[in-house]
């Protein structure tokens, strides 16, 4: 037999497979049976997911949302739009009139003076 294996090589194995007995339980059936035994471990494991998802979910949905924030800014915008083109027409109202000042009040002008 030595002379067909090249050098180095070994003979191969044979398992014997009714040796190895019955087939192990399947992975759900050895969870399954896990789960029986440690019934505590599962539902305090049920119970804090279930209380952290709740959790962020309340987070998720009482803070600000990026739509009416992005409201918020627009509207500010277009007031400090309004607010900024109001006051270039009143100044070029009372650059119009002599005899208005910006703030509204009344002056007149003396000649000679």
């Known amino acids: 037999m030595s002379d067909s294996?090249?050098?180095g090589a070994t003979a191969p194995s044979v398992i014997d497979v009714s040796t190895l007995g019955t087939p192990s339980a399947s992975l759900w059936s050895r969870f399954t049976s896990w789960a029986a035994e440690h019934k505590t471990v599962v539902y305090t494991i049920a119970g804090v997911t279930l209380i952290v998802t709740s959790a962020g979910v309340v987070y998720y949905l009482s803070g600000p949302s990026a739509?009416?924030?992005h409201e918020k800014a627009s509207s500010e915008k277009r007031k400090s739009k309004k607010s900024s083109k109001k006051a270039k027409r009143?100044?070029?109202k009372a650059v119009s009139d002599d005899t208005t000042a910006v703030d509204g009040n009344n002056f007149s002008y003396k000649d000679g003076e």
């Open 67 to 69: 739509s009416s924030s």
């Open 90 to 92: 009143d100044v070029e």
């Open 5 to 7: 294996l090249a050098a």
